[in-house]
């Protein structure tokens, strides 16, 4: 399956199912692109561009980063 064709498939799904498609996939691709340092300096503004999108205060956001910090891993959901 090409990543034209798997994009496709995904924003097909009703959003429910792409919100549980998101939580459920992308802490497995995220332990994979974490190999690649580089790579994760093209995410980051592509997640920063999501959350400019979304409305949310960075500095919101970085305070609940700082508060999920200390929770151990999978209940930071």
């Known amino acids: 399956m090409t990543v034209s ?5 995904v924003m097909a799904l009703p959003l429910d ?3 549980s498609f998101i939580l459920e ?3 497995d691709l995220a ?3 974490m ?3 580089s790579f994760m300096m093209e995410l980051l503004p ?5 959350v400019k ?8 956001l970085l305070q609940f980063a700082m508060m999920m910090q200390g929770a151990p891993a999978g209940e930071n959901r």
């Not at 064709?5 to 498939?9: F, G, V």
């Not at 592509?46 to 999501?50: N, S």
């Open 5 to 9: 064709e798997l994009k496709t498939a």
């Open 31 to 33: 332990s994979d692109a």
């Open 53 to 60: 999108k979304s409305g949310i205060d960075i500095q919101q």
């Open 25 to 27: 996939a992308l802490p």
């Open 46 to 50: 592509v997640l920063l561009g999501i």
């Open 35 to 37: 190999a690649d340092p």
């Open 17 to 19: 199912e792409k919100k």
